[in-house]
């Protein structure tokens, strides 16, 4: 069974750090675009990062600056750096990947959603 597991959530102090983690399990050929993910309190989910298979990143104008995106293919992980955290990054923080499946069909392409971490920053 693929999942994507997300850790690393926690409670923090504005101006404090915390670091995510989303390990990719199952019957995974390979991974493509990796990414992260938030859904506050009677917000809809919004884009935090994301990074290519080639290393390429990209992020949305709330984390530059701040968070950092990486990966490293041989763990089928993605990790979130977070710093100079603020109280508006309290979320619910989900992993999302493109995953290449070995199927009856040969290899497909599906998209995958972690269950989420929690991150609350408050003092």
């Known amino acids: 069974q693929v999942q994507l597991v997300e850790s690393g959530g926690g409670l923090v102090q504005p101006g404090g750090s915390l670091r995510l983690t989303c390990v990719a399990s199952?019957?995974?050929?390979?991974?493509?675009?990796m990414g992260w993910y938030r859904q506050a309190p009677g917000n809809r989910r919004e884009f935090v990062a994301a990074i290519a298979t080639d290393g390429r990143t990209n992020y949305a104008l709330a984390a530059k600056g701040r968070f950092t995106i990486s990966r490293d293919n041989a763990k089928k992980t993605v990790y979130l750096q977070m710093n100079s955290l603020k109280p508006d990054d309290t979320a619910v923080y989900y992993c999302n990947a493109d995953l290449i499946l070995l199927t009856v069909s040969g290899a497909e392409k599906y998209n995958y959603w972690g269950q989420g971490t929690q991150v609350t920053v408050s003092s």
């Open positions: 199952g019957s995974i050929i390979s991974l493509n675009d």
